[in-house]
């Protein structure tokens, strides 16, 4: 993580209940049959790749978390339960966030508003993402 004034609560193991969050609250929309023909069960952001969901897009997306008006959020992962919650994420940026593209457990993150009003993606994949989606 950067040397930001952010504060990041650990929460381990609240990764695989947070993805099952975030598939309920972005990808709810969709039946079990959709979900397995996009392999969602393989990385969440499928759900925008296969334009499943109204979505921001690369710098769009970037501006969007931006300009999001940001209370409390929860980061995590694809592929570990490592989780954060940021109870003040007034001025969280994308430099602030616990990511790493070259990683295979960090190269895929989530950031969630905690009432599932929004959230942010960045993928491993240089050609997908970041992506955001707001529910309305």
Known sequence: MTK???????????????????????????SQEEKDKIYLDNFLWHLCSWVKVDCYKEQDAIEMFKKQEKNKCTIFYQFTDEAYLVENA??????DLPYDENHMYYGDIY????????????THESHCGPYFIKND
Request: glycine share 12%; proline share 2%; charged share 20%.
């Open 4 to 30: 930001s004034k952010i504060k990041f609560l650990e929460i381990p193991k609240w990764g695989g209940f947070l993805r099952g969050q975030w598939e309920i609250n972005f990808a709810g929309h969709l």
């Open 90 to 95: 007034a001025n969280l940026t994308v430099r």
């Open 111 to 122: 950031v969630m508003d905690w009432r599932g009003k929004w959230t942010f993606i960045m």
